[in-house]
C-alpha cells in the first residue's frame, strides 16, 4: 500500500498491490521495493497477479518506478527444510542495507526462528543488483550463536558498522565493515558477542519466558544498541501493573561489547483487556539526546530521552483507550520520521503526529527511511 505523504496533514493512498503471503514486511530502496513471504504457499496463491508455487516463501522483488502501478519483477525462494516435519525458512521480516561501492542492495532476511538448518541455526543475506533487480544473488546463511533464526535486525553505517540480530535468547552481534573490529562486511558479517537478559527467553512453564527478542536498533553515535522483546507474542496484555518490569521494558546495551547500560520500563500499566508489548521503533537522528521513538500495541506511543541510559525517561507519549469490544489492535509501529510521527496502528490505520517541544532539536532531515538502517553515524550527544 503506497501512501503520498508529502503533506502529512492530509496523506494520500497512490495505490494498492495484492500479494497474499502473509505478514509482508518491507524495504524499499529508490525504484526497488522487497516484500516479505513468512510461510509456505497456499494452492493458487498469486502475488500482484503472477501465480505463485506451492510451497513458496521468501521474498517478492516489485520495480516502483511508477508508484500507480508496481511491477513485480523477481522473486527470492528462501526455503531449506530439514526432515519431513522441519519447517521452512521463510521471510518474516528484511533489512535493506544499500552497498553502493558494489551497486546493490543487500538484504539480510530473518525467518523469526522457523529455519531449522542442520545443527547451526541462521539468517540469510543476499543482494539485488539496483540495475538488475530481477536478478538477485542466491541467499547465502549467516550462522547464529545459540540462537533460532532472527526475528528482527538493526544495521548501522557509518563509523560504526554494526548488525544485530534480534534472535530468540541471544542477541546476535556482528562487525559488518570498516570499524575497531577486524573482519566483517555487509555479505560476510562476524560475529562479535551476544547479548541475553534475564527474563527474555521461550521456556516452556515459565511464565517469564513466552517471547523471544523482537527489536534491535542502534544510537547514531553507534555507541548504544537499544533491544526490545515481545512477550505473549504480541497478543497478550503483558503490560498490567502486575507484570514484571522485564515484560515491559527497552533494554540499553554498549554497542561494543554488550555491557548492560541500562533499562526503561512502561511508566503506564494497561489493563487486562488490551494486548501490550514495546515493538517496533527507531531513534531520532540528532546529536543533541538519544531519543527513541516506538510504538507498543494498546500502550500506544512512546518518546522516551536515553541519553543517560541509566535514568531513561519517556517525555511524550499517546495512549488510547482500550479497545471495545476487546479485540487484537493498537500500535504496530512507530517510526519518527523528518519532524512527524508516523504510527501504524492495527484497527484504525496510519496516524501522523507532531511531537511538541525541543526534543528532536538538530535532527537530521532525512531524504528517505529504512526503519531498521542507519546509513551514517554522528558525534555523540
Known sequence: ?????????????????????????????????????????????????????????????FDISDLSDPVLVGSVEISNRVGADALGCGSHTITGVPDLDAGTLVIYNQSAGFCATGEQEAFHVFEIPLDDPANPTTPQEIDLHEAMGCHDSGVILGDANLLACAA?????????????????????????????????????GNPLCNGNWHSAAFTYDGEVLILGWEPGGGSLPECEASDPDVKK?????????????????????????????????????????????????????SVVDF?????????????????????????WSTYWYNGRIYESDITRGLLIWNLSGKWEAGARKLPYLNPQTSEFTLPSP
Not at 562487525?175 to 555487509?186: H, T, V
Not at 515493538?279 to 507498543?296: A, E, I, Q, S, W
Open 1 to 61: 500500500r503506497i501512501i503520498n505523504i508529502a503533506s502529512p496533514a492530509n496523506p494520500r493512498e497512490v495505490s494498492v498491490t495484492t500479494c497474499a503471503g502473509n505478514q509482508g514486511d518491507i524495504v524499499v530502496y529508490e525504484n526497488i521495493l522487497v516484500r516479505a513471504w513468512n510461510s509456505a504457499a497456499p494452492a493458487g496463491a498469486t502475488c500482484d497477479g503472477v501465480p505463485v508455487p506451492q510451497g513458496f516463501e521468501g521474498v517478492h522483488i
Open 249 to 301: 521494558s527497552w533494554f540499553f546495551y554498549d554497542a561494543q561489547t554488550g555491557e548492560k547500560l541500562g533499562q526503561f520500563v512502561l511508566p503506564r500499566p494497561q489493563t487486562s483487556t488490551e494486548n501490550c508489548t514495546v515493538h517496533n521503533y527507531n531513534v531520532v537522528p540528532t546529536d543533541k539526546r538519544y531519543l527513541l521513538v516506538g510504538g507498543n500495541y494498546q500502550a500506544g506511543i
Open 307 to 331: 541519553t543517560d541510559p541509566a535514568n531513561a525517561v519517556e517525555v511524550a507519549y499517546a495512549d488510547p483507550a482500550p479497545l471495545v469490544p476487546t479485540q487484537l489492535g493498537g500500535d
Open 168 to 204: 530468540h535468547m541471544h542477541t546476535n552481534v556482528f562487525d559488518i565493515g570498516d570499524n575497531e573490529f577486524p573482519g566483517g562486511s555487509l555479505t560476510d558479517p562476524v560475529l562479535l558477542y551476544t547479548v541475553q537478559e534475564e527474563g527474555v527467553c521461550n521456556e516452556p
